[in-house]
């Protein structure tokens, strides 16, 4: 009885293996749109199967983003980068049978996505969020220093001055920078004033690809502050990267203040990198009581008192404003003492890189 027990299970499953088709085949059909910066991936239908994996991955599958179909009437999806470089990407179709009538089969293929002039201007930079050269309230007296430290030979490039309140254009106050050796230092004791301008103001250090340094930027040590006669009062900058600051990319992360007591002046800052849409909602306890929209256009800085940014809103302590909203922008505050004029800037931080060169997003 043993016996024929196995002969019997040894003739199912070859009857199984007869039934199944062994030339499972995927072909893979990639369609370029917008020049080459938007795909459509497709395949034919397998014969049996009813399930589809489709993979995506930047590292040659060593990591991978699946997408699985079981919609046999579609085909296909749609694939969209910006990329500041050539970018190239694995597409991988695998094909199953819930019914086990096919073995599974699987198919690649690499497409190459273009890098996008615009999005290229707008990542390949660093930026120093705000500057100033002015007087403020109470007598207060606002500048900033800003020392550039090479972290490659020869690095070469342009700083330009976006002013508060002005549409950036191509117009904007420029000045070259040069740095021979990695190491060497630039320093302007009053940045603002040595672009022949006063008052607020943002940096992008945008640097010459040509150069030995290529894409690498300097590093930036920035200090805020004001001048008093005992002395100097202020706080410590860090120059942050238009790719951090997409909404794409920083969904999760948010600035949310609160107004404190009249013993501290609060200003609030965007600094945009894109055309944005940005929000300030203001809650009172449980309650909104008030939402003021700013529209800044590509390389724009918006700042000013709260009650300004806020279309003259009168806050309370302990009213609670968050910013939210669409585009590439930084959002910020400050907090200034009223008795010392002593200034604080609130930017939630993130990675520095220096290496500006290569940027993706989906």
Known sequence: MKKMWVIGFALIVGAVELHAQTNCTVNI???SERSGRRYTISWDPVPGADTYVLEESL???RTVQKHTLIDQTTLARQFSYQASVDVRVKYRVTAYASNYQITPCSATKEVSFSPDVAYRKVVQKSAIPLVGSTAGLNGSVFKTSVRLRATQDDQRGTLILRRNGIPGTDRDPVMPYALAKKGDVL???DIVAAFGQSGLGSIDIVPN??????????????RLFNVANGGTFGAIESQTQPYDWSTDVSANRATVVVVPNSDLRLNLGIRSFTSSIVTLIVRRGDDSVATFVHSPGGDSLVFGSAKDMLGGFELQPGDVIRFGGMGTFVPMYTLTDNRTNDPALFIVPVKVDLDVETYVEK
């Not at 690809?209 to 920035?222: D, H, M, Q, S």
């Open 29 to 31: 059909n990639a369609t």
């Open 187 to 189: 320093f302007f004791d």
């Open 209 to 222: 690809a040509n150069a030995g340094g290529g894409l690498t930027v300097p590093f930036a040590e920035v």
């Open 59 to 61: 590292d040659n599958f």
